[in-house]
T-cell receptor, first 109, second 110 residues
Framework: KNEVEQSPQNLTAQEGEFITINCSYS?????LHWLQQHPGGGIVSLFM???GKKKHGRLIATINIQEKHSSLHITASHPRDSAVYIC???????????FGQGTRLTINP | SQTIHQWPATLVQPVGSPLSLECTVE??????LYWYRQAAGRGLQLLFY??????ISSEVPQNLSASRPQDRQFILSSKKLLLSDSGFYLC?????????FGPGTRLTVL
């Protein structure tokens, strides 16, 4: 069964802290996505990974294909990073994403 | 890079009224297109997806329908809205594993 598990569900941290959000999936994937949803509802695609590591500004995403696990890291976190972060997998042979439950991140000043 | 247009941004409709939400995609051809709904405080629920013109797959049986009259146009419709249809509706596009999301339509059914 194609499943995606995210942790933690909620995360509160102080400005400047290093943040890690984890995502595990059940079987082989063709791509894994990290998405960001702000309170207004709009969703932005942060990363699309099939292997290795990607970095964009203070955001880093890694994936370990053998362990079926991905992490999203935020360095020097800032209140504007507060949002819901969603991991989503496109499983091999599928044409639709399977979403994790999302992680609600709150960064306090 | 793809751009997805959705309108309207917000909509308030009475129970029993019809619905038509339109989504158009720029910057790609032959994308896979998706309609998602997000109820308040919940995750994304896939409603419909389409791999080509006239090809619609329904994920959840309900009073909604979808159509894809053109390659880059995806329409979500209802003949009679229910209170439970309230939510945030997102259109998304996928091509070569790249995912793009529209700005969404917030629908309130009263």
């Amino acid at each position: 069964k194609n499943e995606v598990e995210q942790s933690p569900q909620n995360l509160t941290a102080q400005e400047g802290e290093f943040i890690t959000i984890n995502c595990s999936y059940s079987v082989g994937i063709s791509a894994l996505h990290w998405l960001q949803q702000h309170p207004g509802g709009g969703i932005v695609s942060l990363f699309m990974l099939s292997s290795g590591k990607k970095k964009h500004g203070r955001l880093i995403a890694t994936i370990n294909i053998q362990e079926k696990h991905s992490s999203l890291h935020i360095t020097a976190s800032h209140p504007r990073d507060s949002a819901v972060y969603i991991c989503a997998a496109m499983f091999q042979g599928a044409q639709k994403l399977v979403f994790g439950q999302g992680t609600r991140l709150t960064i306090n000043p | 890079s793809q751009t997805i247009h959705q309108w309207p941004a917000t909509l308030v409709q009475p129970v029993g009224s019809p619905l038509s939400l339109e989504c158009t995609v720029e910057g790609t051809s032959n994308p896979n297109l998706y309609w998602y709904r997000q109820a308040a405080g919940r995750g994304l629920q896939l409603l419909f997806y389409s791999v080509g013109i006239g090809q619609i797959s329904s994920e959840v049986p309900q009073n909604l329908s979808a159509s894809r009259p053109q390659d880059r146009q995806f329409i979500l419709s209802s003949k009679k809205l229910l209170l439970s249809d309230s939510g945030f509706y997102l259109c998304a596009s996928e091509r070569n594993n790249e995912q793009f999301f529209g700005p969404g339509t917030r629908l309130t059914v009263l």
